[in-house]
């Protein structure tokens, strides 16, 4: 089947508009014969004169009044579709953005994200879920706008990505606790009972990899999936929690928090988000609130 010619259904409705070739002509700057050529095949296209000579002028045929409403709004249609983005308006937005990330993430920086959007945007609300894994399934199908997390190898080469910022290992033990006090060489760090965090449940990591040069092996009680958990258990127990420091500021209020007596990388924390997402207004004020937000938050 034949590719219809679009352009015509402009011509059309103009030519049903103005009721006349050389009107029509002027208002496409088009000359009077390039308008009749049109015409010829619109008579051809759809099978009816369209317009007929009733004296001097033309009129709509039956076909041509029943079109011209329909017409009208395909135009009109089309010309929305090809018009540029307007400005967004956060205050008239009304939509649900789904973000996946950590609970640490969520009680750090949510307060700050939740405040901005019930300020500039009253009719947006934010749906958080956790992130059980780094599959980048979510994304790739639409069920997730953003996600919050460590760009890992295993993230899906087409993501788009933005560093928010860097955060490292820190321990963190209850106030009173015997590490609240005094130096913390990885010996005493090492001798103490601590809680690994893994969601895949490993009771080793890169801490236990730093200390393993010093002949140092930590002393695994007990693993948690989440920081969070972690550092509820911290609070309640003589453990040793080790977690990143600005992923947890708000959650380890009250407890003594000190600098890790090996040494271990420090990460990058960005969001990422679906390429087909990159140019929407909506999306692209989303990232700049998670951004700043993350910046304000120190």
Known sequence: ????????LVTLDVLLAEGSVARAARRLRLSPSAMSRALARLRETTGDPLLVRAGRGLVPTPRAVELREQVRQLVQDAQAVLRPTEALQPAHLVRTFTLRTS???VECFGPGLIARMG???PGVRLCFVQKPDKDSAPLREGAVDLEIGVVG????PEL?????????FIGVVRAGHALSEGEITPARYAAGQHISVS????????IDEAL???GLQRDIVTIV???STALALARATDLVASVPGRHTGVLRAGMHSFDLPVATPVFTVSMLWHPRLEADPAQRWLRTCVREVCVATD
């Open 153 to 156: 190898s295993g993230a899906a």
């Open 160 to 168: 788009r990505t933005q560093a928010l910022f860097r955060d490292r």
């Open 225 to 227: 999936g989440g920081f």
């Open 103 to 105: 609970e640490g993430f």
């Open 212 to 214: 393993e040069p010093l």
């Open 199 to 206: 969601r895949r449940g490993l009771f080793k990591g890169g």
């Open 119 to 121: 300020a500039e945007a």
């Open 1 to 8: 089947m034949a590719i219809p010619d679009f352009n015509l």
